[in-house]
């Protein structure tokens, strides 16, 4: 009658220690399991190599992987060092022909050389070296290999698996935290340093493309001296994939021809292998390359790796070009909002203004340097604002830069900015003045006041139109219109030498010569109703009218301050004056007959100094207005007599017998 059978795997003959290949076979088993369990290669392998080097009777046991070069590297091993001789011979050998080598050597000598299946990950042959071994140490040998072979695979293939899902959870964070950045720079440094980690790569690097220039600018470049590197866009790997807008994976980087070694030499760093992928915005055009550099694990970059990479660029072009609009807008915002409140306008009737507004009008569209010359207060900068409003670069920046107000060793950092430690107080990365304006238009007014040294330094600038930063080796392109401002005799400046004449004639391409208020008389009203218009609306009152005798005192005055003075009186007697109607009596204590009085204090003096100086002229005023009677005055300033004098005594006034 039949009957069944029934066997555990623990009965199997085969499986049995006492089994010729009992424990081979429970080893192999083990091996397996422990692979598909394995979280990381060095933890699975570290426990693997001891059981195999016990179950083979060898003293010393590797994992060894081919280089270029030729050359053998070994990536694991388990055993005393002084057995650790790499017989490349053998090596080379069991790996061409496909099969397990054993050499007996002299002083009882034995090695190993087993090769993996092709296409295994991680090393290439299982090699051994020991003092004695069975005879049949090729057989078990590679049947060992080829089982190590399948759990290698096997712990690949789960890593991969596990490193497909860490991407994917990494690339959702990641662009959360896009979306978030503030600036480019430490957005393209998380960018990279996130690539880094998520391919195990040495480094990585993102190239944008400045076609202008015909190159492109590494950020960051890791190792670099500046953390930015500016290269041919036509060279290289970075040049290949810009060319064909293809991904490019490279095993051996000094093998390729297409490889540009140049870099490698100025950094001293070795580039193994790489791999490089166009960065794409979002309507897919082709904004520069993203590249990783040197695989940490010893196997060349997979397709996975491109995918990945691909994926990180295309986030890393969207969340720039959205961080460039953004700050364009705003910028654009700060400008308007800047346009409104200042009123660039150029008001006046005579023929010289309107000659200078049809002569901005053709300026306005060029790049040519102007140079703006005229005496303080006749509307420099108000000019320089319509050059720029008015042409192309109205939507960038428009900068201004008082060169008077700058010594020569601040004036490097301010135009040209620092790199963090260039000096003591340089804590952080600052960008100067020409980063700023980069798209729009930088205004240097007082010209005539920097120093040589900053003289020469414009120049290099101006000629070369790059910069460098305080403390940093990298140039930086700049895109900036230059104009410039001074009240000095520059042709005069020039021959006695206190003017460079190259920079003279590079910034003069086209001069402006403004004339002073007292020879325009026929813009004064105008301008006096303009300004008192948009003051009275910043007071929040009635516009305000201007008498008669009050417009014939207007136009009498000499106006050494030019239409800043007109400008402040108007601003002072729209919040102060108390009627709807500016009347003479309004002026006077203002407008002095001998025309001094309506100067200003110097900007220079600040304001402490300047409110001072402003008190002392005030009080002189009204006392000169009430014939030198102090009660009089006192009652015209809202002051006690006695209270009238002690100010004049804390203001240093000689007519009390004070020290000025």
Not at 107 to 132: D, E, S
Not at 528 to 535: M, N, W
Not at 614 to 636: E, G, P, W
Request: net charge negative; hydrophobic share 40%; with cysteine.
């Amino acid at each position: 009658m039949a009957a069944t059978e029934w066997k555990t795997v623990q009965q199997v003959s085969l499986l049995s220690p006492s089994s010729a290949c009992g424990t081979l076979l429970q080893l192999s088993g083990k091996l397996l399991s422990d692979a598909v369990k394995a979280t990381q290669f060095e933890v699975f392998i570290r426990s693997a190599l001891p059981e195999i080097a016990s179950e083979l009777s060898v003293q010393w046991i590797g994992l060894a992987q081919r280089v270029p070069g030729p050359n053998w590297e070994v990536v694991a091993e388990h055993g005393p060092q002084g057995m650790a001789t790499k017989s490349v011979a053998l090596w080379d050998g069991a790996l061409e022909r496909d099969a397990a080598g054993v050499y007996r050597a002299e002083q009882n000598r034995i090695y190993g050389a087993f090769p993996l299946t092709a296409g295994t990950p991680f090393a290439h042959l299982l090699v051994t070296a020991g003092r004695h071994a069975d005879e049949d140490l090729a057989d078990s040998g590679l049947l060992l290999a080829r089982t190590l072979s399948m759990a290698l695979s096997l712990l690949d293939h789960e890593l991969q698996s596990r490193r497909q899902v860490e991407r994917l959870r990494s690339t959702l964070d990641i662009a959360s935290r896009l979306s978030m950045a503030e600036d480019a720079a430490p957005l393209l440094e998380l960018i990279a340093h996130e690539a880094t980690r998520l391919l195990n790569c040495d480094r990585s690097s993102i190239f944008l493309w400045d076609r202008e220039r015909g190159e492109v600018e590494a950020r960051p470049a890791l190792g670099v001296k500046g953390a930015s590197l500016r290269i041919p866009a036509g060279e290289g790997i970075v040049g290949e994939t810009l060319r064909t807008g293809k991904a490019i994976c490279v095993d051996d980087a000094y093998e390729d021809s297409r490889f540009n070694q140049e870099v490698d030499r100025k950094s001293g760093y070795r580039t193994r292998n790489l791999i490089c992928v166009p960065l794409r915005d979002a309507q897919g055009q082709l904004v520069g390359a993203f590249e990783g550099i040197n695989s940490n694990d010893n196997r060349p970059f997979s397709e996975d790796d491109v995918e990945c990479l691909t994926q990180l660029g295309t986030q890393a072009a969207v969340a720039l070009r959205n961080l460039q609009e953004r700050d364009l807008l705003h910028r654009s915002h700060s400008q308007l909002a800047e346009r409104v409140t200042k009123g660039v306008m150029i008001i006046g009737e005579s023929m010289a203004i309107s000659a200078l507004r049809d002569t901005i009008k053709r300026l306005a569209s060029t790049d040519l340097p102007v140079l703006v010359l005229g005496e303080s207060g006749t509307g420099k900068e108000v000019v320089a604002q319509s050059l720029h409003y008015e042409g192309n670069r109205a939507n960038c920046p428009f900068v201004a830069v008082n060169c008077a107000a700058l010594t020569e060793s601040l004036l490097e950092s301010e135009l040209f900015g620092h790199e963090r430690g260039a000096f003591t107080d340089a804590r952080d990365m600052r960008q100067g003045k020409f980063e700023l304006a980069n798209g729009g238009t930088l205004f240097l007014d007082e010209i005539g006041d920097m120093s040589p040294g900053g003289q020469a330094k414009l120049l290099r600038v101006l000629e070369q139109k790059v910069i460098t930063r305080v403390g940093g080796s990298q140039t930086i392109p700049i895109n900036v219109r230059i104009i410039a401002a001074t009240n000095a005799n520059l042709a005069e400046a020039v021959r006695a030498r206190k003017f460079r004449e190259d920079l003279y004639y590079r910034l003069g391409v086209v001069t402006l010569d403004l004339p002073p208020l007292r020879e325009r008389p026929e813009d004064i009203l105008p301008l006096a109703e303009f300004f008192l218009k948009r003051f009275a609306t910043q007071a929040r009152r009635p516009q305000l009218q201007l008498s008669s005798e009050a417009r014939r005192r207007l136009q009498s005055h000499t106006w050494p301050g030019n239409v800043r003075e007109l400008r402040n009186l108007m601003e002072r007697i729209a919040f102060l004056c108390p009627g709807d109607r500016v009347e003479v009596d309004d002026l006077a204590f203002i407008l002095s007959p001998d025309g001094d009085s309506g100067r200003l204090p110097a900007l220079e003096l600040g304001l402490e100094n300047a409110t001072r100086e402003f008190q002392r002229d005030f009080i002189r005023r009204s006392v000169r207005q009430v014939n030198d009677n102090m009660t009089d005055a006192a009652r015209l300033l809202g002051l006690h007599r006695s209270n009238l004098y002690r100010k004049m005594k804390q203001l240093e006034m000689k007519e009390v017998g004070g020290t000025e």
